[in-house]
């Protein structure tokens, strides 16, 4: 129903920043909440963050709370993940997900990305 495209990815330095894009096409964007997640080797998907596409509310998980950032561009149905003072620990694959549920979108969400690789090294 909705594709996802991520982008932004790649090795950066601890305390380093990224920023993710991730381009969402389909019908009726505007009724969705959009998320990031993440999955680290040999580790669960874990839900990062979400973003409701027409009221800007923002939601994060403890973790990256105060570093990461989510936000989008109406105009170009584009969904942002600002990360700041990253951390070897944040290696992961980040991908973008969307459902119309605020609750399912953080754990089952009904579209997602192909992920996009960031890597932080020491």
């Known amino acids: 129903q909705v594709q996802l495209v991520e982008s932004g990815g790649g090795v950066v330095q601890a305390g380093g920043s990224l920023r993710l894009s991730c381009v969402a096409s389909?019908?009726?964007?505007?009724?969705?909440?959009m998320a990031w997640f993440r999955q680290a080797p040999g580790k669960e998907r874990e839900w990062l963050s979400a973003?409701?596409?027409?009221?800007?509310?923002?939601y994060y998980t403890e973790s990256v709370k105060g570093r990461f950032t989510i936000s989008r561009d109406n105009a170009k149905n584009t969904v942002y993940l600002q990360m700041n003072s990253l951390l070897p620990e944040d290696t992961a694959v980040y991908y973008c997900?969307?459902?119309?549920?605020?609750?399912?979108?953080?754990?089952?969400?009904?579209?997602w990305g192909q992920g996009t690789q960031v890597t932080v090294s020491s």
């Open positions: 973003i409701n596409w027409s009221t800007s509310r923002t």
């Open positions: 389909g019908r009726s964007l505007s009724r969705y909440i």
């Open positions: 997900a969307a459902d119309p549920s605020i609750t399912r979108v953080t754990t089952t969400p009904t579209s």
